[in-house]
């Protein structure tokens, strides 16, 4: 089976529109990267880590910021006429979940993801795993940044959460999903009485809420330490199992 067979057409930002117009296409369309095309072209590619880091993290206004300054150059794409198998190893071997998908003259004609090569929207799968980022918009408000989202056939929420953590560690090649994400929440998919789909969210437990909660004291508290993630997340999980036992 071709690309062009499953590819979609592709939401993409122009260079010279602004950081917070594409922050805003990357939220309407829950998805973490946009192809950056001029007159039709792939220039490159912008993702909401892009814009955190490039944008927030260094104070500068996402209003008046373009993206030509914040995009990576070196888009990751592959070509219409290649193989479904071909793409899906590409994304696999670069760690992404999407593809720019272009003409032999470089002309964005789609995009094809994961979730479009392991199954069409009739079989969509009852659990999916939804990794992410908290980041400040340009208003300083924060808001869920996606990292990965995990499809998971079948098992119980718990299981299913097991292994989209299991999934996300050898994607992102940490020991620790803590160290990369600051959270998950799941998407839970059944079949309604009339058979219509429908969908639930669950976010990140309450759990791990007071997890990072205390995480983020005892960082502080350490005077922000690198790479010490792992350590201050176990460390705060014990404090608040320890207190949840002694609770009960």
């Known amino acids: 089976m071709l690309v062009s067979e499953r590819m979609k057409p592709a939401v993409f930002v122009e260079p010279d529109e602004t950081l917070a117009t594409a922050a805003r296409k990357l939220r309407k369309d829950n998805i973490g990267c946009l192809p950056v095309c001029q007159d039709g072209r792939l220039l490159g590619m912008i ?13 500068r206004d996402a209003n008046h910021m373009r993206v030509r300054d914040a995009m990576s150059v070196d888009a990751i794409f592959c070509s219409k006429e290649d193989s479904v198998e071909q793409a899906t190893t590409l994304m696999r071997q670069a760690h992404v979940q ?14 094809i993801s994961m979730s479009d090569v392991e199954g069409s929207g009739s079989e969509r799968r009852p659990f999916e795993v939804i990794f992410y980022k908290e980041i400040l918009d340009h208003a300083g408000l924060p808001h869920h940044s996606q990292l990965m989202r995990v499809s998971v056939a079948r098992g119980t929420k718990d299981e299913a959460v097991q292994a989209a953590i299991r999934q996300f560690e050898e994607t992102r090649q940490v020991t620790s999903w803590a160290s990369a994400a600051d959270g998950y929440d799941v998407l839970s998919i059944h079949v309604g009485e009339s058979g219509e789909s429908l969908e639930s969210l669950d976010l990140t437990s309450e759990r791990d809420a007071e997890i990072r909660a205390r995480a983020r004291v005892l960082w502080e508290q350490a005077g922000f330490p690198e790479r010490q993630d792992v350590e201050l997340w176990e460390k705060a999980a014990r404090g608040v199992d320890g207190e949840s036992k002694a609770a009960k």
């Open 47 to 59: 993702t909401d880590r892009d814009i955190a880091m490039r944008s927030v993290a260094d104070n």
């Open 98 to 111: 999407r593809l720019a998908v272009v003409s032999a003259d470089r002309h964005l004609v789609g995009i």
